[in-house]
């Protein structure tokens, strides 16, 4: 087991770290976070040359495999970070020099139980790209088909062990300090991040997320999942169907392909709001890197996705609550999102609805009816954040992970097409969305769903209440009793008797006053 000494050592190296790169000077000025933090922050930075604009992601490169991870779950969290440094870790690239191809050639040889020339014809040595957990191959199956070979890193598994132990231990200590700390809830922030670290360290949990996906958007003709090729995938290997498309980034590839920017933008939010309201199942890093424009049959342009490592899932109340909350920013409708904040547990009951909508009032209302392009995200977010704090919500981690998705996937139709609104898109799905949830029939639908089941459940019901309420039967006739014969007492037997509870009775008391 890892000791506290450790546990420290690796932060003051970390600290140093960030704190030559700027990235403590939020800390240090936050007069939310907790003295001894703020100390630490300021010890790290003593005699070092911190530049004046502070640059997290090159700190959080700096530092590792596992720190660049840790960077990516910190974007979901401007509440904890803020917004300036979360802003920065939103363009955080996952990517590093890759690991030379004999050590990559190896791990592939020792992941499968044949020969690799029986399961491939040709691999690139040369990777297509490499990120800081595992890096992308071409290569061509024996059967001919090309594909995309994902590999971890050799030894990521274990350097990304030991940064969890003393994430765990570091957020256990700061939790303990209470306050501020402990309402963000800075231990819940490294057990997401372990969930999807420990997802991305099994490449099968990967290509389970892509084809549960894949499968949740079969309706969705316009947003592609390539598919997993099973036989030549491990827990280290990741083998799926090579995308031959154009990266959302390349915008002039975009146009001499004749593609329509807007149209894909639009695709882009609807695709995103179909996995996260509809499916509750949404891919949670939808930066332009992994997304591609492919051919359709008609001649129009499909959006393919790759990289499934960290995914978002939110249960069907959870999609109720969403969607009457987007709603309800679209309408105007503040009171009923306040109402919702309360019902779902958001907001402490201690706290006053009507002064919670006009708080959501004075965020939502400037926000209204604008493009894309003239909304602050960072005004909006530090709106919202001030809310959460003013009214102590507790921290939600997967409504964070879905706010930073949007956020990404804001950005990347905002570069798609600039006069984009993600309002007018989005407000027909939901509102479509909430009808058949929502409506009438679907209240019919769910009352005959559970008086199925009800009707279902009755027998083993009644058999439950029988054990414990046995049914009453007449009682059996007794067998005659036997004849007994009473001899007659004769009169001084009663008197020795008598005298000797009396005896008895005298001794004890004499006892007592003794």
């Known amino acids: 087991m890892t000791t506290a000494v450790t546990h420290l050592w690796r932060l003051a190296r970390w600290g140093r770290t960030l704190a030559r790169h700027g990235a403590l000077l939020g800390i240090e000025r936050d007069g939310n976070a907790p003295p001894v933090v703020r100390r630490f922050a300021r010890l790290m930075r003593?005699?070092?040359?911190?530049?004046?604009?502070?640059?997290?992601?090159?700190?959080?490169?700096?530092?590792?495999?596992?720190?660049?991870?840790?960077?990516?779950?910190?974007?979901?969290?401007?509440?904890?970070?803020?917004?300036?440094?979360?802003?920065?870790?939103?363009?955080?690239?996952d990517s590093l020099p890759p690991a030379p191809f004999a050590q990559i050639e190896k791990s592939l040889r020792e992941s499968f139980d044949v020969p690799l020339d029986?399961?491939?014809?040709?691999?690139?040595?040369?990777?297509?790209?490499?990120?800081?957990?595992?890096?992308?191959?071409?290569?061509?199956?024996?059967?001919?088909?090309?594909?995309?070979?994902?590999?971890?890193?050799?030894?990521?598994?274990?350097?990304?062990?030991s940064a969890l132990e003393t994430y765990e231990w570091a957020a256990a200590q700061v939790e303990r300090m209470g306050g501020e700390a402990e309402r963000l809830r800075p231990r819940v922030v490294i057990a997401t991040f372990k969930r999807w670290t420990n997802n991305e360290l099994n490449l099968r949990m990967e290509a389970a997320a892509a084809s549960e996906l894949a499968e949740g958007l079969s309706a969705e003709t316009g947003f592609f999942i390539p598919a997993i090729d099973w036989s030549r995938t491990t827990r280290r290997v990741l083998?799926?169907?090579?995308?031959?498309?154009?990266?959302?980034?390349?915008?002039?590839?975009?146009?001499?392909?004749?593609?329509?920017?807007?149209?894909?933008?639009?695709?882009?939010?609807?695709?995103?709001?179909?996995?996260?309201?509809?499916?509750?199942?949404?891919?949670?890093?939808?930066?332009?890197?992994?997304?591609?424009?492919?051919?359709?049959?008609?001649?129009?342009?499909?959006?393919?996705?790759i990289d499934f490592g960290i995914m978002g899932r939110i249960n069907r109340i959870g999609r109720v609550y969403l969607a009457e909350i987007i709603y309800g920013l679209f309408t105007g409708n503040y009171r009923r999102v306040a109402e919702i904040h309360f019902e779902a547990g958001y907001v402490p009951a201690h706290h006053n609805l009507d002064e919670f909508a006009t708080a959501l009032r004075a965020v939502g209302e400037p926000i209204r009816g604008l493009p894309v392009k003239d909304i602050s995200i960072a005004n909006l977010l530090d709106g919202l954040f001030a809310i959460t704090r003013s009214f102590e919500m507790s921290t939600q981690p997967h409504l964070l992970l879905l706010q930073k998705t949007m956020v990404m996937v804001e950005g990347v139709a905002l570069a798609l097409d600039p006069d984009v609104n993600m309002w007018e898109i989005s407000e027909p799905f939901v509102r479509e969305w909430m009808r058949d949830e929502l409506g009438p029939e679907a209240k019919a639908a769910d009352a005959l769903v559970r008086?199925?089941?009800?009707?279902?459940?009755?027998?083993?019901?009644?058999?439950?209440?029988?054990?414990?309420?046995?049914?009453?039967?007449?009682?059996?006739?007794?067998?005659?009793?036997?004849?007994?014969?009473?001899?007659?007492?004769?009169?001084?037997?009663?008197?020795l008797l008598t005298l000797g509870l009396g005896l008895a009775l005298g001794l004890g008391l004499a006892g007592v006053m003794g």
């Open 46 to 93: 003593f005699g070092a040359n911190v530049p004046k604009i502070p640059t997290y992601g090159e700190a959080f490169v700096s530092i590792g495999p596992a720190a660049i991870k840790l960077g990516q779950a910190l974007a979901t969290r401007p509440d904890l970070v803020g917004e300036e440094a979360a802003r920065d870790l939103l363009r955080l690239q």
């Open 118 to 161: 029986h399961l491939f014809q040709h691999i690139d040595p040369a990777p297509v790209g490499a990120a800081s957990i595992a890096q992308v191959h071409k290569g061509v199956t024996a059967d001919g088909r090309t594909v995309a070979i994902k590999v971890l890193r050799p030894g990521v598994e274990i350097d990304i062990a």
């Open 239 to 305: 083998t799926m169907d090579w995308v031959d498309g154009i990266k959302l980034t390349d915008l002039a590839a975009l146009d001499r392909a004749g593609y329509d920017r807007k149209a894909l933008a639009a695709l882009l939010v609807k695709s995103f709001l179909r996995q996260a309201i509809a499916e509750g199942y949404f891919h949670a890093d939808l930066h332009q890197g992994n997304l591609f424009a492919v051919p359709a049959e008609d001649g129009s342009a499909r959006i393919a996705a």
């Open 451 to 495: 008086n199925w089941r009800t009707l279902n459940d009755l027998p083993d019901v009644l058999r439950r209440l029988i054990r414990l309420v046995p049914v009453e039967s007449p009682a059996p006739p007794l067998p005659p009793l036997p004849e007994v014969r009473v001899r007659e007492r004769r009169p001084w037997g009663m008197m």
